[in-house]
């Protein structure tokens, strides 16, 4: 069964150090999404790609934060310098492009990373 | 911003009972996922629905929109321990395929 990749699983950094993660969505998925997802709350959405072009950063702290989608396909979030209020989850979702949500469209997420910065 | 909100935030029940979780918005959405999450793993979807005053089942899970597209509500008839998780609501609006999740329920079914 086709499943997103998130790599790594865990992740524990210090602070002000430079981090990066790496997502691998389902294959022919042409919209990809970065959520973070802190304990106990609600994921909250970082940015959103539709191939290899940003659609949706409002919400990712552009001072540190950055991610890029060179050949639409797979995806990287870089995080410089790291800060203690970073530390969450941070996941991949993917879903088929062009599609209205309906009873047949789903976003599919990874496992997630788990960032600690200490 | 379209904001969801979820209650409540946490729920402890003993297996068996049944529950009502809920989720509204001020906000009108072309359409509403529940999602159910296990510590350390990503959301796992149960269901869209995409009509006013639509409701669907998946076995002893009820789900409900609103007619006015703004809340939705899931029903969970006698709770087993296996359905334990965060269970989260999330809106689709705009262009753009938008997902906007709610805080999620805490759903604890205690054998």
């Known amino acids: 069964e086709a499943e997103v990749a998130q790599s790594p699983r865990y992740k524990i950094t210090e602070k002000s150090q430079a981090v990066a993660f790496w997502c691998d969505p389902i294959s022919g998925h042409a919209t990809l999404y970065w959520y973070r997802q802190i304990l106990g709350q609600g994921p909250e959405l970082l940015v959103q790609f539709q191939d290899e072009s940003v659609v949706d950063d409002s919400q990712l702290p552009k001072d540190r934060f950055s991610a890029e989608r060179l050949k639409g396909v797979d995806s990287t979030l870089k995080i410089q310098p790291a800060e203690l209020g970073d530390s969450a989850m941070y996941l991949c979702?993917?879903?088929?492009?062009?599609?209205?949500?309906?009873?047949?469209?789903?976003?599919?997420f990874g496992q997630g990373t788990r960032l600690t910065v200490v | 911003t379209q904001l969801l909100e979820q209650s409540p935030q946490f729920l402890s029940i003993q297996e068996g009972e049944n529950l009502t979780v809920y989720c509204n918005s001020s906000?009108?959405?072309?359409?509403l996922q529940w999602y159910r999450q296990e510590p350390g793993e990503g959301p796992v979807l149960l269901v869209t629905v995409v009509t006013g005053g639509e409701v669907k089942k998946l076995k002893r899970l009820t789900f409900q929109f609103g007619d006015a597209r703004k809340d939705s509500s899931l029903h969970i008839t006698a709770a087993q321990t296996g359905d334990t998780g965060l269970y989260l609501c999330?809106?689709?609006?705009?262009?753009?395929?938008?997902?906007?999740f709610g805080k999620g329920t805490l759903l604890t079914v205690n054998p």
């Open positions: 979702a993917s879903s088929r492009e062009g599609m209205v949500w309906g009873d047949n469209t789903e976003a599919f």
């Open positions: 999330a809106g689709e609006g705009g262009s753009n395929y938008k997902l906007t």
């Open positions: 906000s009108v959405f072309s359409s």
